[in-house]
């Protein structure tokens, strides 16, 4: 690692530790010519991941969508913006761990469903209107039954 003051090639590890939500690593160095002490922070690479639309149209993950999805079914219920983060992270960290390069809208929004039933059941059944596209409320009800009558 080149070192930020005086650009020596050689540097060693002083501490190291986990940052981020364990999602990058921190590393403490000192340069092994000055002994200037520097931080470096270590990412896995993101694999680049696509997504098939319903109409067979392919365009880039983008977590923010799946954001704003979340944030329109959690409209005026208990549920902070930072646990709407959390939900969009793991959903796109489980998909970088599987190490898929291309998924379907589908398969997010089932993703999206499964984090939502333990969440909130209100969120829950707003989401699966739009992306289940609910045409009459004999389905809102199918739906209900299906899903949350299960836990009884």
Sequence with gaps: MKCINCGHTESKV???RSADNNSSIRRRRECEKCGFRFTTYEKREKIS???TKK???RE???KEKIIAGLMHSC???PITI???ETIANEIEESLQEENIREITTHKIGDLILEK???LDEIAYIRFASVYKEFSDVKEFLKEIN?????KD
């Design 14 to 16: 002083v501490d190291s």
């Design 49 to 51: 991941l696509m997504v």
């Design 55 to 57: 109409s067979k149209r």
């Design 60 to 62: 880039d993950f983008d």
């Design 75 to 77: 409209e005026k219920r």
């Design 82 to 84: 930072k646990k709407i």
């Design 116 to 118: 939502l039933k333990d």
């Design 146 to 150: 299906s899903e949350f009558n299960k």
